[in-house]
């Protein structure tokens, strides 16, 4: 999604957003400056372990819930960054080095688990209420999450440098960690020391990513196995498969293609909030906006100026219908209608903006502070319930001790100085779904799921249509699965169910 008068792409939760240079500015400071941590191998890892028991689908489960410290070093032998994993293990179970292992990682760059965590993952999670009238103003409650995998899974959830409790330490450089390379290769490292600590090598392994997190797992994927010309030498670590919520793994598309693969999801939420043709369903618009643009779209676009003017009043009329917008709208943005410009048009009328990482949700269109995160009236919205949730509960019921802030979101301290290859801070489009492809040629057994929401205005219905279409990943080891929400398909008690319940079955397969 591109914002008008910003100027680089950034993602949160795994969410695409644009931050303007000036609050790139405001965000940068000392938030994930070096920790104080003994940098040396003398200080001991810490540990925070609690014994506990949930109800997951009417049995009673017990389970051991750990926060713990893992280290990264440098050649030297120097520590450079203190990485803390959530797990939750079943204890009732006689010991199976096959039980199922779920790695978890949210996205940002620069986001923790927290949101994975409280949402879908933990035996405990935050109660929202209303899918999309979340609850706002503390007190937030916690509830038994009768949708966790654990009881066909153990979790393991990694919050990487700079976001949650992880740091970097005194050793430890921005450019080790804060980078699509440095990043994916830090992962695999926590992910191949947890393996170690817990005997675990034979247990069927899954990596759970979101947003960016997912283009996290596809570098993860292909680097986990090794390879000379990749790692230097052969783990032989293969995963079984690999979920991805709101797929990312290409950034940065633009111009028609970025007005083609939105199409989807803007006739689906247009349908959603009652601007669709009478009796749609918004499953049946997204499908309506895909062989639109097979059979007329993509030849107006190509034609452009050159299209005769009655076919275009033609498309346009089918763009309006499509989008819920007035054909004059259509016909001022040139037949082209953006993710942005739909957010903040489609309820116009009303004086509303949809958000755009969930189009379910609402606000007023007057007195936006212009942020396009804290005032998009999604993340705006469910935000602070998922950051109040998860630090009493980390405090209260994990145990945890430690006396440094758990950061949910570093915007300037990581976000804003990614390296996507081009050098800290610099964007330009990526595209991994190759090297997901290139994972799956090397592990023929390996299957991957993709979850996406119908009013997902980031990484949108249309993006993953696209990118499977385009990269070699086998079309017959992927599952898709499509849920009437948005970004975090999580969020709202029926689509998390439905979304757990997938991910239980790709699982158990």
Not at 435 to 446: E, K, S, V
Request: with cysteine; charged share 20%; hydrophobic share 40%.
């Amino acid at each position: 999604m591109f914002i008008k008068g910003c100027a680089k792409v950034c993602l949160t939760l795994g969410m695409m957003v644009l931050m303007a240079p000036s609050a790139q500015a405001e965000q940068a400071g000392p938030v994930n400056a070096a920790s104080d941590v003994d940098t040396t191998a003398s200080a001991p890892p810490r540990r925070f372990v609690t014994d506990r028991v949930a109800t997951i689908k009417g049995k009673r489960v017990r389970y051991r819930a750990a926060v713990e410290e893992f280290f990264l070093g440098d050649e030297a032998g120097h520590r450079t960054a203190s990485i803390f994993v959530t797990s939750y293990r079943r204890t009732d179970l006689p010991k199976d080095a096959a039980r199922p292992l779920i790695f978890a990682f949210n996205g940002g760059p620069g986001a923790a688990s927290l949101w994975l965590n409280m949402g879908l993952l933990s035996p405990r999670r935050v109660d929202l209420g209303e899918a999309d009238k979340p609850q706002t103003n503390p007190p937030f409650r916690l509830v038994d999450n009768d949708d966790t995998p654990l009881d066909v899974a153990d979790i393991v959830m990694i919050d990487p440098a700079g976001t949650g409790f992880s740091r970097l330490l005194r050793d430890g450089k921005p450019e080790q960690f804060y980078g699509l390379q440095a990043d994916a290769r830090a992962t695999v490292a926590i992910i191949q020391q947890w393996v170690r600590a817990n005997a675990a090598w034979n247990a069927p392994k899954f990596l759970l990513s979101e947003s960016y997190g997912t283009i996290r797992a596809a570098l993860v994927a292909k680097l986990l196995a090794g390879g000379p010309t990749m790692t230097g030498a052969m783990e032989g670590m293969t995963l079984n498969g690999v979920i991805m919520i709101g797929q990312g793994m290409a950034l940065g598309a633009s111009g028609d293609q970025a007005v083609l693969t939105s199409l989807p999801t803007l006739a689906a939420t247009a349908c959603f909030h009652g601007k669709g043709p009478g009796g749609c369903t918004p499953q049946g618009q997204a499908e309506k906006a895909r062989r639109f643009i097979e059979e007329r779209y993509l030849r107006a676009l190509w034609l452009g100026s050159d299209l005769p003017p009655t076919e275009r009043d033609a498309i346009a009329s089918s763009l309006a219908t499509l989008t819920g917008l007035p054909k004059s709208t259509v016909l001022d943005h040139d037949l082209r209608i953006s993710a942005g410009d739909f957010s903040r048009e489609l309820l116009k009328s009303q004086g509303l903006q949809i958000g755009s990482y969930d189009a379910r949700y609402t606000l007023p269109l007057a007195a936006s502070g212009g942020d396009p995160v804290a005032d998009d009236p999604a993340m705006g919205q469910y935000v602070p319930a998922f950051v109040a949730a998860y630090k009493g509960y980390a405090h209260d019921e994990l145990k945890v001790t430690l006396d440094i802030p758990y950061e949910p979101i570093a915007f300037g301290a990581i976000n804003a100085r990614w390296d996507y290859g081009y050098g800290p801070g610099v964007f330009a489009p990526i595209n991994v779904a190759p090297d997901m492809a290139t994972a799956m040629r090397r592990n023929p057994a390996m299957r991957l799921m993709i979850a996406e929401g119908y009013y997902d205005l980031v990484t949108t219905l249309g993006a993953a249509d696209y990118i499977l279409s385009h990269s070699g990943i086998p079309r017959d080891r992927t599952a898709m699965h499509y849920y009437p929400s948005g970004h975090m398909t999580y969020l709202g008690a029926r689509t998390r169910a439905m979304t757990a319940n997938d991910i239980r079955a790709f699982i158990s397969n």
